[in-house]
């Protein structure tokens, strides 16, 4: 995204939301990809991304890892003694735009997460359409894919397989 990596200008959300446009156009567009061949992926602040995207176009399916509920959320647990709501220029709010997703949802989340309690991707969860799963892992919110490497791989697998199929189904006469 802009203003993180080697990239250049200042991150924000309006623009991690056009930075995720950009690749989804050039994917459909340019590159002619059937919109329902896309499967978007999205750890931590790119779940949020992600979530976006998907509640805005078609998509095959949407893997959600590590993410939180909202930023705002996150502003009041981090800090309870101040107005997250007036404060929090990057809402970043998931939970409210995870029901608009029309694609299967697969969410992967460690209760060890140091950032974002259990309870985030339970609401998230909650407010998705199904189909939808919650995966329960182990590890902390950088590593719980490689400390549950096997049930992280498992997961992705049926879940892929899964949207395969929805797919082929929804393409058959």
């Known amino acids: 995204y802009r203003g993180y ?21 050039h994917l459909t567009g340019k590159r002619a990809l059937d919109p329902h061949r896309l499967v978007l992926y999205g750890e931590s602040l790119g779940a949020a991304v ?15 890892e590590s993410a939180f509920s909202s930023a705002v959320e996150v502003g009041r647990e981090l800090f309870p003694f101040l107005p997250a709501s007036l404060l929090v220029r990057n809402r970043y709010d998931n939970v409210a735009k995870i029901g608009r997703v029309r694609a299967p949802v697969l969410l992967l989340h460690s209760r060890d997460d140091e950032f974002f309690g259990w309870h985030h991707p339970q609401r998230l969860y909650e407010a998705a359409h ?3 799963q919650l995966i ?8 719980a894919f490689l400390v549950s490497s096997a049930a992280f ?4 697998k049926v879940f892929l397989a899964d949207v395969a199929r ?3 189904k929804r393409q058959a006469p």
């Open 166 to 168: 929805e797919r082929v």
């Open 153 to 156: 791989a498992a997961a992705l």
């Open 136 to 143: 329960e892992l182990r590890g902390g919110h950088n590593d």
């Open 130 to 132: 199904p189909p939808k």
């Open 5 to 25: 990596g080697r990239s250049t200008g200042r991150p924000d959300e309006g623009g991690t939301y056009r930075d995720a446009d950009a690749a989804y156009e």
């Open 50 to 64: 992600a979530v976006d995207l998907a509640a805005r176009r078609p998509v095959g399916g949407l893997i959600m």
